[in-house]
């Protein structure tokens, strides 16, 4: 059975549903536009009546319910292609590939070389199960908001005749937008991540066992706040806000994982082993 992830199916996978909505929202375009007409009336006796912004709303809903199947794969076609250009998918996987699959080689890891192997190991196992759920969750959920506003898409947009009610309208396309450009934003930072070589971490002959933790965090978090982020970028949020919480969440849970790395018990765990290789010789 096929998992359908890529938001330009949307249109052919909705199109029974999708056909069915869309009418009823050009029926709801006559009572919509009584109304807007009848507060226009009462704008009018005030001298503050706007027939004119009334009739260009009525000709972009309509024209935007006509061409909304094109619209819509226009956004999303272009915010994937905007992605692509800006991180191809071999770069993308070859980056998430030095971070998670690398880490161990070309590595001097000193006296404690078992230890500190083993230990980056699991660090690096958990954070890329952690990534990948992210990401994993990342895409299904795109797909599944795209899928819910292209589907309730008609009738929001229908409100935006009466100007009380244009924010429905408003919020239709910043979640259409927004939604869509999460890739977009996730590239970005992955390009951003490359380009200031942070994988280099990774390629250092003695490695700096804080260095990698603080960046196996930092990728998680990247794929986690990718919505958060673009929601900043494209509204009237600040981004700073969410930079701070991302600082204190990495710094919380590499102080954790650090903690893990206790060289007194790998120490001991060391002159035990020796201490029994002396007892075997020496019996034998």
Request: net charge positive.
């Amino acid at each position: 059975m096929t998992l359908f992830t890529n938001a330009l199916q949307i249109p052919s996978l909705f199109e029974t549903l999708f056909t069915s909505i869309r009418q009823i929202a050009f029926i709801l375009t006559l009572p919509v536009l009584v109304i807007a007409m009848i507060h226009e009336n009462f704008m009018q006796i005030e001298e503050r009546g706007n027939y004119t912004g009334l009739f260009v709303r009525v000709l972009v809903i309509l024209g935007l319910l006509i061409i909304y199947d094109r619209f819509f794969v226009l956004v999303t076609y272009g915010t994937d292609l905007l992605s692509k250009s800006i991180m191809p998918e071999d770069e993308f996987q070859n980056v998430l590939k030095t971070v998670f699959t690398e880490i161990k080689q070309n590595k001097d890891f000193g006296v404690f070389n078992l230890f500190k192997g083993a230990l980056l190991s699991s660090i690096t196992y958990v954070t890329y199960v952690l990534t990948y759920i992210a990401y994993t969750v990342l895409i299904w959920l795109r797909f599944m908001l795209l899928s819910l506003i292209y589907i309730s898409g008609p009738i929001l947009i229908v409100f935006g005749i009466y100007h009380k009610t244009a924010g429905a309208l408003n919020a239709w396309l910043k979640s259409l937008f927004q939604v869509s450009a999460w890739v977009v934003t996730l590239s970005l930072l992955v390009r951003i991540a490359s380009y200031m070589n942070l994988t280099a971490i990774y390629n250092i002959e003695h490695v700096n066992t804080i260095s990698i933790i603080t960046a196996n965090v930092l990728f998680v978090l990247l794929f986690v706040f990718t919505p958060a982020i673009t929601a900043s970028l494209l509204s009237e949020g600040s981004i700073g806000n969410i930079g701070s919480t991302m600082i204190g969440i990495a710094t919380s849970v590499t102080y954790t994982l650090v903690r893990k790395v206790q060289p007194g018990k790998a120490i001991d765990n060391l002159k035990n082993r020796q201490a029994l290789q002396d007892q075997t010789n020496s019996i034998q």
